[in-house]
Each structure stands twice: as C-alpha cells, then as structure tokens.
C-alpha cells in the first residue's frame, strides 16, 4: 500500500512497530500483509484525507481481518 496525505494528519502502526504520524504531503508504504493495529486521524475536529494505492492480485481479499490471540475465536 501506498500513501500519500492530502490533508490533515494520521496516525498508523503496524504490528511490532511504533506508531508514526504522517501529515499533509508525506507519503509511506505498508508491506503487504502486515496487520494495522492502529489507522486513524489525529484530529478529533479537523478532517484528514488520504490518497491511497492498494495493488493485489485479481480476486485478492484487500482487507483481512485480524486473528484474535485467543485462537477459539
């Protein structure tokens, strides 16, 4: 995934990372199949937007839901 800030700012972190905040004009990439633990804006009042690039294969999930640590869920 790639992304780019068109406004605002966002918090993301993957897992077993810290989190980092991207702001307007800052780009990132996010390796595939690595899990968001967190994703969102900073702001509670001011909007944030993104562009973003997903690329998969044709009929690829783009979202997975995470696995609970409790594997009987």
Do not use: C
């Amino acid at each position: 995934m790639f992304a780019y800030v068109l406004e605002g700012a966002v918090v993301s972190q993957l897992e077993g990372e810290k989190p980092v905040i991207y702001s307007k004009g800052q780009s990132w990439y996010e390796s595939p199949k690595k899990p968001h633990v967190v994703s969102k804006n900073v702001s509670n009042t001011a909007p944030a937007r993104l562009l973003v690039f997903l690329l998969s294969q044709e009929g690829e999930a783009l979202v997975l839901p995470m696995k609970s640590p409790d594997s009987t869920k």
